[in-house]
């Protein structure tokens, strides 16, 4: 087996089975580049975003909210309290989304939605159980934050169509897996499952031939 790369993740990964060396020397070095300087709250509203929409039309959205706050690289959450409905309806959120917005900026205010240094000191676990709480926050966006934001290794977005549609097109599967067997099938991956997540998106990305890139670029 290859185990010529050069990073733990990657010897890790390659070593599995000839799929992933394949994939991973196809692909390259893992190009997952989290915002370690990101709020949680910035996160938070970015993963909302992101729900459920394509990557080009998460970016359109998040580009007319941030021009709602001119001067600053992203708004305070009582700013976003401040802003009005149409406004935000008017960068393209739904009526859900403003709603479970107006939420994290409001559960940030009160200290739920902890801060980055606050955050760094709590375990993945106890992040996803103290965030979900939120309306409109499930798992798969908190762990978004933190994938993108806090930076930990070892976290596998199962509930994500892009990384189950990407193990299907590596072991050339007729069917997606459920999210609790990929689950089951992560473990091998540990410690180093957020790698392992982003291949499979890249994996899944490949199979489409697509221009637009299908991996969250919070």
């Known amino acids: 087996m290859n185990t010529t790369y050069?990073?733990?993740a990657g010897q890790h990964?390659?070593?599995?089975?000839?799929?992933?060396?394949?994939?991973?020397?196809?692909?390259?070095?893992?190009?997952?580049?989290?915002?370690?300087?990101?709020?949680?709250?910035e996160a938070l509203?970015?993963?909302?975003?992101?729900?459920?929409?394509?990557?080009?039309?998460?970016?359109?959205?998040?580009?007319?909210?941030?021009?709602?706050?001119?001067g600053v690289a992203f708004p305070a959450p009582a700013?976003?309290?401040a802003t009005v409905d149409v406004a935000l309806r008017?960068?393209?959120?739904?009526?859900?989304?403003?709603?479970?917005?107006?939420?994290?900026?409001?559960?940030?205010?009160?200290?739920?939605v902890p801060t980055l240094d606050a955050a760094v000191r709590l375990s993945d676990e106890e992040l996803i159980a103290r965030l979900i709480t939120?309306?409109?926050?499930?798992?798969?966006?908190?762990?978004m934050l933190l994938m993108f934001a806090l930076g930990?290794?070892?976290?596998?977005?199962?509930?994500?169509f892009g990384v189950r549609e990407g193990w299907r097109i590596l072991k050339n599967l007729d069917a997606q897996p459920k999210p609790?067997?990929?689950?089951?099938?992560?473990m091998a991956w540990s410690p180093y499952r957020s790698t392992a997540a982003w291949y499979l998106w890249r994996a899944a990305e490949q199979a489409k031939a697509s221009a637009t890139s299908k991996i969250p670029q919070l």
């Not at 994939?23 to 990101?38: M, N, T």
């Open 45 to 70: 509203v970015r993963a909302i975003a992101y729900q459920q929409l394509h990557g080009r039309a998460a970016k359109a959205i998040l580009a007319r909210f941030l021009a709602l706050y001119p």
């Open 13 to 41: 990964l390659a070593a599995l089975d000839p799929d992933w060396a394949a994939l991973i020397a196809r692909i390259g070095p893992c190009g997952l580049s989290p915002h370690l300087e990101r709020e949680p709250f």
């Open 134 to 143: 939120l309306r409109g926050v499930g798992r798969w966006t908190v762990e």
């Open 6 to 8: 050069s990073d733990p």
């Open 79 to 81: 700013a976003v309290l």
């Open 90 to 112: 008017g960068c393209g959120f739904s009526a859900a989304k403003i709603v479970s917005i107006r939420g994290i900026a409001a559960a940030t205010q009160s200290g739920l």
């Open 152 to 160: 930990r290794p070892d976290v596998l977005p199962v509930d994500d």
């Open 180 to 186: 609790r067997t990929l689950a089951e099938i992560g």
